[in-house]
């Protein structure tokens, strides 16, 4: 057996084998711990419209509706209002954010899903292209826009959700969209 030398350089005759990994820890002076800390976070709903991406907050998406939900067009509504839907005895616009966020309007008939968003006494459906996930997200990871932003974008864009060092993510304030739209913006 040979001898192994410690850091204060006195003879250990253990072989290093024989050792636990506490012992190992303990003899290179790695005695921290992890602690396990709760962080607020917040539900996101991730959503296509142009092949961007896009959340709304969890919290004012009440429910997520199916392509196949008709939708009735009404005259002389403006061009961002799809038209309404009959959903449970109540009757709810359905609403496009393309002309909001300044993004090209789809050809032809939407067949995405609708999201039902609730906000500020509000109810309407946004029609999304594609509906990508729910998913939590640490609060800490929600950075403010930036001044970079497209100024078509920047009124409604809350928080900016850096995804990786390619891919980045705009949450929309649904007031801020509920808001222009009353306004007639959209």
């Not at 006195?10 to 711990?33: F, M, S, W």
């Not at 039902?116 to 996930?133: C, F, K, N, P």
Request: a negative charge; charged letters at 20%; glycine letters at 8%.
């Amino acid at each position: 057996m040979s001898a192994e030398y410690s850091r204060d350089g006195e003879a250990d005759e253990r072989p290093i084998a024989t050792q636990t990994l506490e012992e190992a820890l303990a003899l290179n002076g790695d005695t921290e711990t992890v602690v396990d800390v709760d962080e607020p976070t917040q539900q996101l709903v991730l959503f296509r419209l142009n092949n961007q991406q896009f959340a709304l907050p969890g919290s004012a998406v009440s429910e997520i509706l199916s392509s196949d939900q008709p939708v009735y067009y009404v005259p002389g509504l403006p061009t961002s209002t799809e038209g309404v839907l009959h959903l449970r005895g109540k009757i709810e616009s359905v609403i496009s954010l393309h002309q909001l966020l300044g993004l090209p309007t789809p050809e032809g008939t939407s067949k995405g899903m609708i999201l039902l968003v609730r906000t500020a006494g509000i109810t309407s459906g946004v029609r999304i292209e594609q509906l990508d996930d729910v998913c939590e997200v640490a609060q800490s990871m929600l950075q403010a826009p930036p001044e970079t932003l497209p100024g078509t974008l920047r009124p409604y864009v809350s928080a900016l959700w850096q995804i990786d060092e390619r891919q980045a993510l705009a949450l929309l304030d649904p007031e801020a969209l509920f808001d222009a739209y009353q306004q007639g913006l959209g």
